[in-house]
């Protein structure tokens, strides 16, 4: 399956306070950058991908279907916006990988049997712990 590879232009950029290093730059420049991706109204998906990212990505949605993903972690925008482009391929690629069917296995018998010795040995170690039995007549 070829990786989707999203940019600028496929997203809604805002720009916010961030929380991240930038001493008292912080409290007065947005450096923190938010991008929303509407995975309905989207063109470079296919139905087939769309739906399998809202049965996947379900929780990480808004109501309106929308993946937020936030980057607050260097003073500089241009960074901030370039990391969360990053996040956001990540995300969606992710959730677009195929995912691998189990294969039912069966234990060995050699597991079997550690098992049981296993057992037995932990069963002999509780039995020491009792009290000793006094027979009737004593």
Known sequence: M????LNINDVKRE???ASGPGGQNVNKVESGVRLRFDLASSDKLTEEQKSLLFKRLGSKLTESGELLINATDTRSQLQNTEIAL???????NDALKPRKKRIKTKPTKSSKEKRLQDKGRQAEKKK???KPQIPPGY
């Open 2 to 5: 070829p990786k989707i590879q």
């Open 15 to 17: 720009t916010m306070l």
């Open 86 to 92: 990053e996040k956001l391929n990540k995300v969606i």
């Open 128 to 130: 020491q712990r009792k």
